[in-house]
């Protein structure tokens, strides 16, 4: 059980590096504070629509799954065993 919870550390500390790495690659929203406020541009460009297919649309997925691991390696590590 030690050496388990060892590897699921590792991965663990490893997925907070990636995850970190991968949130610093992406560009900002530049909406700033006016988008709690409803003044947000409306952007509809052929680019913010294909964003998906492009290395942003990448990033952003890839960051998403790192969450979602991070997320479920943080409850197994909690739970006693």
Do not use: H, P
């Given at each position: 059980m030690v050496?388990l919870r060892t590897?699921?550390?590792?991965?663990?500390a490893?997925?907070?590096?990636?995850m970190?790495?991968?949130?610093?690659?992406?560009q900002?929203?530049?909406?700033?504070?006016g988008a709690?406020?409803?003044?947000?541009?409306?952007n509809?460009t052929?680019?913010?629509?294909n964003?998906?297919r492009?290395?942003?649309?990448?990033?952003?997925?890839?960051?998403?799954?790192?969450?979602i691991?991070f997320?479920?390696?943080?409850?197994?590590?909690?739970v006693n065993?």
């Amino acid at each position: 059980m030690v050496a388990l919870r060892t590897v699921l550390t590792v991965l663990f500390a490893i997925d907070c590096v990636v995850m970190i790495v991968l949130i610093l690659m992406q560009q900002g929203k530049n909406e700033g504070l006016g988008a709690l406020a409803g003044m947000s541009m409306n952007n509809d460009t052929y680019w913010s629509k294909n964003k998906g297919r492009s290395e942003e649309g990448r990033l952003i997925r890839i960051t998403r799954i790192l969450a979602i691991v991070f997320v479920a390696l943080a409850v197994i590590l909690n739970v006693n065993f």
